[in-house]
C-alpha cells in the first residue's frame, strides 16, 4: 500500500493553476478537559491568498474562532518546513506537527503525534479511482497535546485527534453537499466516511483502521439530525458496511460545532464523542449542506459558533 513519507508533510511546490491549494486540517477533542477544537489551514500560493478557519471551545461553553477566506499569503506563512496565517497561526511539520496559536483571547502550543502511516487516502477508500481535489491526499489519526489558553482560563489537554494533509487543485464551487465524518477511539480504531454530492451524483467512500490493518468501507448509509437553521447538526448516525464483511454501526453527539466558511462553501465542524459498541472516542461530523449552489455566509446558527473572537454559547 501507497505511504507518504515524512517529507510530504512540508509545503509543496504549486502548479500554474490558479486554483492550486494546499491544506492542513486539525481536530481535537479532550472529554476529560472538556475542551476541544478545529483549525484548517489553506494556501493558494499562485494567487496569494490564504484561508484559515481556528476554533476552541470548552463544555461549559466557552468559544473562540477566528475565520479568514482570501486574506493575503505573506512570503513568512510559507516555509521549507512551516505553514501558518500571519502572526496568528502556524504549524511546524519537525517530524510531527508543532501548532502555534497566537490571539489576544487565544493561545495554543500544541503538539500532534500520528497513530499509524500517513496512507495514500485513494489507495484504501477507492482503489482504482480518484476523487477531484483530493489528489495528493492522506489523513492520519493521532494524539493531540500541549496547552491552550482561551480567555483567561489555561488548559492542559491530552486528547484524542485527527489531520488531513492536501496538496491539489481545488474549486470549491462544485460541491453541493458534504458529510465528512472521521472518529478515532484510539490507537487500535478509527473509523472515517464521506459523502460528497458532486457532478450531480452522490459519491460514498471511506476506510476502518483497525488493530494494525486498513479495511475499505463498500458501502454505508449516514443520518444527520439538523437543527431548524438547517445548517448545524445535533447528532449522526451510520452503518458501515467493510470490504471484509463486516458491519458496523456508529453514532456521534455534539459536545459544540464551528462554522467554516471558504471561497463561498460554508461547513460546520461538529465535534463531539464517538460511539460503537462499547468504545468511546472523538467524532468531527463536518456537514455542508448546499443543494442550489449558493456561496453566501448563513444569515444565523443554532448550535454553531460563527462568531468571530471570544464568545459564549447561548444557552
Given at each position: 500500500?501507497?505511504?507518504f513519507?515524512e517529507?510530504?508533510?512540508?509545503?509543496h511546490r504549486?502548479?500554474?493553476?490558479?486554483l492550486?491549494?494546499?491544506?492542513s486540517?486539525?481536530?481535537?477533542?479532550?472529554?476529560?478537559a472538556?475542551v476541544?477544537?478545529?483549525?484548517r489551514?489553506?494556501?493558494?500560493?499562485?494567487?496569494?491568498a490564504?484561508n484559515?478557519?481556528?476554533?476552541v471551545?470548552?463544555?461549559d461553553?466557552?468559544?473562540?474562532?477566528?475565520n479568514?477566506?482570501?486574506?493575503?499569503?505573506?512570503?513568512?506563512?510559507r516555509g521549507?518546513?512551516h505553514?501558518?496565517?500571519?502572526?496568528?497561526?502556524?504549524?511546524?511539520?519537525?517530524?510531527g506537527?508543532?501548532?502555534?496559536?497566537?490571539f489576544?483571547?487565544c493561545?495554543?502550543?500544541?503538539?500532534?503525534a500520528?497513530?499509524?502511516p500517513?496512507?495514500?487516502?485513494?489507495?484504501?477508500?477507492?482503489?482504482?479511482?480518484k476523487?477531484?481535489?483530493a489528489?495528493h491526499?492522506?489523513?492520519?489519526?493521532?494524539r493531540?497535546?500541549?496547552?491552550i489558553?482561551?480567555?483567561?482560563?489555561?488548559l492542559t489537554?491530552?486528547a484524542?485527534?485527527y489531520?488531513?494533509?492536501s496538496?491539489?487543485r481545488?474549486?470549491?464551487?462544485?460541491?453541493?453537499?458534504?458529510?465528512w465524518?472521521?472518529?478515532v477511539?484510539g490507537?487500535?480504531l478509527?473509523?472515517?466516511?464521506i459523502?460528497?454530492?458532486?457532478d450531480?451524483?452522490?459519491l460514498k467512500?471511506?476506510?476502518?483502521?483497525?488493530?494494525?490493518?486498513?479495511?475499505?468501507?463498500?458501502?454505508?448509509d449516514?443520518v444527520?439530525?439538523?437543527?431548524?437553521?438547517?445548517?448545524?447538526?445535533?447528532a449522526?448516525?451510520?452503518?458501515?458496511?467493510l470490504?471484509?464483511?463486516?458491519?458496523?454501526?456508529i453514532?456521534?453527539d455534539?459536545?459544540?460545532?464551528?462554522?467554516?466558511?471558504?471561497?463561498?462553501?460554508?461547513?460546520?465542524e461538529?465535534?463531539g464523542?464517538a460511539r460503537m459498541g462499547?468504545?468511546?472516542?472523538?467524532?468531527n461530523?463536518e456537514?455542508?449542506s448546499?443543494?442550489g449552489?449558493?456561496?453566501a455566509?448563513?444569515?444565523?446558527?443554532?448550535?454553531?459558533?460563527?462568531?468571530?473572537?471570544l464568545?459564549?454559547r447561548p444557552?
Amino acid at each position: 500500500m501507497p505511504v507518504f513519507s515524512e517529507a510530504d508533510d512540508r509545503p509543496h511546490r504549486p502548479d500554474d493553476d490558479s486554483l492550486w491549494q494546499e491544506s492542513s486540517l486539525f481536530v481535537w477533542h479532550d472529554r476529560e478537559a472538556g475542551v476541544g477544537g478545529f483549525w484548517r489551514l489553506g494556501q493558494e500560493p499562485v494567487v496569494g491568498a490564504v484561508n484559515s478557519c481556528f476554533g476552541v471551545f470548552t463544555h461549559d461553553g466557552l468559544r473562540f474562532r477566528s475565520n479568514v477566506t482570501g486574506a493575503p499569503l505573506a512570503p513568512a506563512d510559507r516555509g521549507e518546513a512551516h505553514m501558518g496565517w500571519g502572526p496568528h497561526l502556524r504549524v511546524l511539520f519537525d517530524g510531527g506537527a508543532h501548532i502555534a496559536a497566537d490571539f489576544p483571547d487565544c493561545a495554543a502550543d500544541l503538539h500532534f503525534a500520528d497513530f499509524h502511516p500517513r496512507f495514500d487516502y485513494h489507495a484504501i477508500a477507492m482503489p482504482g479511482r480518484k476523487l477531484a481535489g483530493a489528489a495528493h491526499h492522506f489523513e492520519v489519526s493521532g494524539r493531540m497535546t500541549g496547552r491552550i489558553r482561551i480567555g483567561a482560563r489555561e488548559l492542559t489537554i491530552e486528547a484524542l485527534g485527527y489531520r488531513d494533509r492536501s496538496w491539489v487543485r481545488r474549486d470549491w464551487s462544485t460541491s453541493r453537499g458534504t458529510r465528512w465524518w472521521p472518529c478515532v477511539f484510539g490507537p487500535d480504531l478509527t473509523t472515517h466516511i464521506i459523502h460528497l454530492v458532486h457532478d450531480g451524483r452522490i459519491l460514498k467512500v471511506g476506510y476502518v483502521w483497525r488493530d494494525g490493518e486498513t479495511i475499505a468501507i463498500v458501502d454505508s448509509d449516514v443520518v444527520v439530525e439538523l437543527e431548524s437553521d438547517a445548517l448545524t447538526p445535533r447528532a449522526g448516525r451510520g452503518v458501515l458496511h467493510l470490504a471484509n464483511g463486516d458491519t458496523l454501526e456508529i453514532a456521534c453527539d455534539r459536545s459544540d460545532a464551528i462554522l467554516m466558511h471558504v471561497r463561498g462553501y460554508t461547513a460546520v465542524e461538529t465535534i463531539g464523542t464517538a460511539r460503537m459498541g462499547d468504545r468511546v472516542g472523538l467524532s468531527n461530523l463536518e456537514v455542508s449542506s448546499n443543494a442550489g449552489g449558493g456561496s453566501a455566509l448563513p444569515l444565523c446558527t443554532l448550535g454553531s459558533n460563527a462568531t468571530d473572537g471570544l464568545s459564549r454559547r447561548p444557552a
